[in-house]
């Protein structure tokens, strides 16, 4: 005999048991209001899109530029004098050299270690590479701060310095412009030259300060504390550097530096000067 309560306590369980598999089955999947055309929990929505995967060309660092080849590099500067040479142009690199400072010899024609040392020189004081053979570029250079030698010059009888291209700084006031591209002092007063001479500055390891100075005080019989060598005519304008009388640059040239100093060679002209000068004037170092 069937037992209908028994029926119906079976059904409302195997009802209650489809309920739970349903709800435990909603946890894997995201609530949506709209209806999605793959309802698989693991499917990712297909790109709109899709960028195309690049070749192996294309990707191997396209805006590298290619390194030029040996062909296409500039060549470097023609090599006109040289250490060993002989001749007239060797002698007239070296009354240009004179010109500005860089030669304290009689031009004789002859590429020598004298002439090697004055190129080297002018080379590194205007960034060039130091080599002490006279190229192009070093030359071209040389023949725009200078003018053709005179026969006097290319004898050694004479040497005809450019003028020294003025600072502005020394059109006003009592200045001592000094210039380390012609390697020269002049003595001004309200923007007219009363005097110039020869000058030499320190070397790279102790170089001469550029700017504007004053002339803080003079001494005519001094004594370097520090290297213990004299400083006749000294006047002091930046520290312990000063402008003043050297032997060593009257014996040796520019063959020698100072310790920072503006060392002048002519005795009698810094002697004027210090007559002349006054604690408080101006002083300008320029290139």
């Given at each position: ?38 309802s ?37 500067p ?10 007239e ?34 080379q ?68 007219k ?30 004594v ?34 100072s ?29």
């Amino acid at each position: 005999m069937f037992d209908k309560s028994a029926g119906t306590r079976t059904l409302a369980a195997v009802a209650a048991l489809l309920v739970a598999v349903v709800t435990a089955g909603c946890k894997a999947e995201a609530a949506t209001d709209a209806p999605t055309t793959d309802s698989r929990p693991s499917a990712a929505p297909a790109p709109s899109a899709p960028s195309p995967t690049p070749s192996a060309s294309e990707s191997a660092a396209p805006s590298k530029k290619p390194s030029p080849s040996p062909s296409t590099q500039a060549p470097a500067p023609k090599v006109l004098m040289a250490p060993g040479a002989k001749g007239e142009q060797v002698r007239e690199l070296q009354a240009r050299l004179a010109q500005i400072g860089w030669f304290d010899d009689r031009p004789t024609g002859n590429y020598g270690p004298v002439t090697t040392a004055s190129v080297k020189g002018f080379q590194g004081k205007r960034g060039l590479p130091v080599t002490g053979s006279t190229d192009t570029v070093t030359w071209q250079r040389l023949l725009g701060m200078t003018t053709e030698p005179t026969r006097a010059e290319l004898d050694g009888k004479d040497v005809n310095k450019p003028k020294a291209k003025l600072d502005p700084r020394c059109m006003t006031g009592r200045v001592m412009c000094i210039s380390k591209t012609t390697r020269t002092l002049s003595w001004m007063i309200d923007g007219k030259v009363l005097s110039t001479m020869d000058v030499r500055f320190g070397s790279q390891y102790t170089p001469t300060r550029e700017g504007v100075f004053n002339v803080g005080w003079k001494s005519r019989d001094h004594v370097s504390t520090i290297y213990d060598t004299p400083m006749p005519y000294a006047m002091f304008f930046s520290g312990g550097q000063a402008v003043h009388y050297s032997s060593d640059f009257a014996a040796r040239g520019y063959n020698g530096a100072s310790h920072g100093c503006v060392n002048v060679r002519d005795k009698g002209a810094i002697a004027a000067l210090f007559d002349q000068v006054r604690t408080g004037d101006k002083v300008v170092v320029y290139w």
